[in-house]
């Protein structure tokens, strides 16, 4: 065990030494580079000086107005301003990292020498992130030493570490995101362009951390941090996965070939799962005795990951119920026997009629896999996570209004949910691994490929087990269940 | 050293090598010539381990380039088919770079650098940064980054391209010193007269496929027939024919020449001097009449197209 230790440790020191010739290198070249070098000099030296001018000159004319607030909060906020410029520059070497190797053809001598993908990827990212970063931490110094001596204001340590801490995730951030883009794309020029994918939200942070600022909510940044470090975890391990000799130097156009990814999907929608034969030779019969099985069976983590996270969802809506209970008497639970007759239509649920029920869930369930291909499956479990939610409100609040919280959920929601839950979590499971597909394709396979095969099974899914499914929850929610509830209430 | 079984790699739609098998032990050359686009890069890219073959395995010298990678590449010196230097840097720094990549000691690829620096000409321009070099001393410094770990194995993607007539023959003949130091090498060219002045066996490749192999010698046999020889006189040759008419077969005759082709010259030669010199014809030359390889590579092709059509056809 502590031979096994003691190789792993020496095989990481070997490792890291090797990425950090890579890492060594660029940032020599990086350093030789006076397009860089010399913005990067100007927001670590002189862009501090002039936000601590601005500071002190601001906390003056808030203080003739009697707004002192502004002005202390303004001199965190420039910190954070200050610490985040300079990181803005790990885009661009990040963003050149591998394709401009691959347009300066320096890429292929690199490939051919022992370094194994991970040494290469380190070595690239690790390049990317150290000479902005140290940048930013001269700026934030410069910055403090000169509120110092203008201001005598030193920072509480707390804000200090969390700008700190916030800088590196947001440039990891951006590292990775576009290590990424760089791995993926064949041109700098194409790129650029599909940096905006990381622009666009990093401006959107920054908004939402200056308003956090200004509020002085700190513990929401730690909150915000918590969630760069998730998607810096999951950003390292998409570019690690998708990171390999054969996409960069294999394709040499990005060709938008719709024809072709149009066969690759009906290729896999028409054939069993990869992997697998199938005795049946017609499509109907083998997609329910083999192919949804087999679908089924290797979906069955991500299904356990949605029925648990639902699972927490009613607890907390539970809890919620519990921590703000309905004032006794405030609704009685006596249900007339039209009371399904008479609901009114309100615009975003659907009419009491099976099929705009059934439409409706499938909509909703589409607008799932939407929303997870572009958060790696995590707002597709959100999503189904605030009915469930509220249902465990209801539950919660049943003993209040004097019900049986088991008695409302077995009259109100088992006739049809015994179906359309099931069939929920199954179509949910689908589009987290579809989200996924981003994060991790299939080994052998291309990110294309992963994704447009992701696709296909969800398609096989939605189509074959959970339309079906729901159609029969439709029509068990309209015949099924109201005449329960006017039975039982 | 070099060993390949039905290798074969697809990209998408499109399959860049068919099957190829290829044997090179130590200290042969085999040249691999074919057009643009025959599959040599692809081939090579696989045996140096930066691609993964889709079907079929290699091996360099005995390790998989599939499961073993790391040590393939330790055990292959590739020259990329262009140079790919980094412009910024200056000769040592880049070559510390690869040697350090390669894992060898900083005193060891210093005193290597300035071995192969001198071999190759480029001892003066050390000072220089390697954007200021010229085309040939850039396809230089990518040789000799190339040969910095000494590997048993070099794959040379057009080593000579873009280098003027001098340049070229150092590199000509630092390949055939390497050939002496038992090193197994792929020459990937399309130059033909390159091909047969270096390597020991040359195999055509098109579209992903060896369509013909072995030496040079024995392709023109091959696909050009016996070879043609020539024998010059110092006196008209007229009334010669009936004299060796049973011996050979002329194919083309001028007032002191003639050329025939014959599949026995060891023992058809001599008689044809001796009959000639005994009815007073004074032979000054016997000579095989050179035939560059140019025309087997053409005839490959065209025998090859022509069976694509016929398959098309069909």
């Known amino acids: 065990m502590i031979d096994t230790l003691v190789i792993s440790a020496q095989n990481g020191r070997l490792a890291f030494k090797r990425a950090w010739i890579i890492t060594r290198r660029e940032v020599r070249d990086t350093i030789r580079d006076w397009r860089l070098m010399v913005p990067i000099g100007l927001l670590t030296l002189v862009f501090p000086a002039l936000m601590q001018f601005v500071a002190i000159l601001a906390q003056d004319w808030v203080r003739r107005w009697g707004a002192e607030l502004i002005g202390e909060r303004m001199i965190p906020f420039l910190l954070m301003i200050v610490g985040f410029f300079p990181i803005s520059f790990s885009l661009v070497i990040a963003l050149e990292t591998f394709v401009g190797e691959k347009e300066r053809y320096s890429l292929e001598p690199l490939l051919a020498t022992p370094l194994t993908n991970e040494e290469l990827y380190w070595g690239k990212t690790m390049a990317a992130m150290i000479p902005p970063v140290l940048a930013s931490y001269l700026g934030l110094t410069v910055y403090l030493i000169g509120l110092y001596i203008g201001l005598r204001w030193l920072p509480d340590p707390e804000l200090l570490a969390l700008i700190v801490l916030l800088t590196t995730a947001e440039a990891l951030v951006m590292v990775s995101g576009a290590v990424v883009i760089s791995s993926q794309t064949t041109s700098v020029r194409a790129a650029n362009i599909l940096a905006s994918f990381i622009i666009i939200p990093m401006t959107l942070l920054v908004q939402a951390e200056s308003f956090m600022m200004f509020w002085g909510n700190y513990a929401a940044l730690w909150w915000i941090l918590a969630a760069l470090l998730v998607v810096d975890a999951v950003l390292v391990r998409m570019g690690m996965r998708i990171f390999n000799r054969e996409e960069l130097l294999g394709r040499e156009i990005d060709e938008l070939n719709l024809g072709k990814a149009w066969r690759y999907f009906w290729r896999f929608l028409r054939e069993p799962p990869p992997g697998t034969t199938a005795r049946q030779k017609r499509f109907l019969p083998r997609v329910y005795a083999h192919d949804l099985p087999v679908l089924l069976r290797r979906h069955l983590v991500p299904i356990a990951v949605v029925t648990l996270m639902q699972i927490v969802a009613f607890i907390i809506g539970w809890r919620y119920a519990l921590q703000y209970p309905l004032p006794e008497g405030l609704v009685a639970l006596d249900v007339p026997e039209d009371a399904f007759a008479q609901i009114p239509d309100i615009g975003f649920l659907p009419s009491l009629n099976p099929w705009a029920i059934m439409t409706h869930n499938l909509r909703v369930l589409a607008l799932e896999a939407i929303l997870g291909l572009f958060t790696f499956g995590a707002a597709a479990i959100a999503l189904l996570m605030v009915p469930i939610a509220i249902i465990g409100i209801l539950a919660g609040e049943a003993p209040f209004i004097g019900a049986s919280p088991w008695l409302l959920l077995a009259t109100f929601i088992l006739p049809h949910g015994i179906v359309e839950l099931p069939a929920a979590i199954i179509a949910t499971a689908m589009a987290l691994r579809l989200g996924a597909s981003i994060i991790s394709p299939p080994p052998g396979m291309s990110l294309s490929q992963g994704v447009l095969l992701a696709l296909a099974d969800w398609v096989k899914v939605m189509v074959f087990l959970v339309l079906p499914m729901l159609t029969i929850a439709g029509m068990l929610e309209v015949w099924l269940t109201p005449w329960i509830v006017v039975n039982v209430w | ?314």
């Not at chain 2, 001393?137 to 280098?163: C, F, G, N, W, Y």
Request: charge should be neutral; charged fraction near 25%.
């Open chain 2, 1 to 314: 050293m070099i060993l390949t079984e039905g290798l074969y790699k697809q990209f998408d739609d499109f399959v860049a090598v068919r099957g190829i098998d290829l044997h090179v032990p130590k200290g042969e050359i085999l040249a691999l010539l074919g057009p643009n686009g025959a599959g040599k890069t692809t081939t090579v890219r696989m045996l140096a381990s930066i691609l993964r073959p889709t079907r079929g395995r290699a091996w360099i010298a005995g390790h998989d380039v599939v499961k073993e990678a790391v040590t393939v590449r330790r055990l292959v010196g590739v020259l990329t088919e262009t140079p790919g230097l980094y412009g910024r840097m200056r000769a040592r720094e880049y070559l510390r770079f690869f040697g350090e990549l390669q894992g060898m000691p900083r005193a060891a690829i210093d005193v290597r650098s300035e071995q192969l620096m001198a071999q190759f000409g480029m001892d003066g321009v050390w000072h220089l940064r390697l954007g200021e070099y010229s085309k040939g001393m850039r396809q230089k410094m990518a040789l000799i980054r190339t040969l910095l770990h000494d590997p048993p194995v070099l794959l040379l993607d057009e080593p000579t391209s873009a280098m003027d007539p001098h340049s070229a023959k150092q590199v000509r003949d630092a390949i055939l010193t390497l050939r002496s130091a038992d090193r197994a090498i792929i020459i990937c060219t399309h130059n033909l007269a390159e091909a047969e002045l270096i390597a020991d066996r040359i195999a055509i490749i098109r579209r992903g496929e060896i369509v013909a192999r072995g030496s040079a010698t024995q392709l023109k046999r091959d696909l050009l027939g016996a070879p043609i020889l020539e024998v010059r006189t110092a006196n008209p040759l007229n009334g010669a024919r009936r004299l060796i008419d049973d011996l050979i077969q002329i194919e083309a005759e001028g007032d002191t020449w003639l050329r025939y082709r014959t599949e026995t010259p060891e023992q058809v030669n001599p008689l044809l001097i001796d009959r000639l010199s005994r009815a007073g014809y004074r032979v000054v030359t016997l000579s095989e009449v050179p035939r560059p390889l140019e025309e087997v590579y053409l005839q490959v092709v065209e025998k090859q197209s022509s069976m694509e059509e016929v398959r098309q056809t069909q």
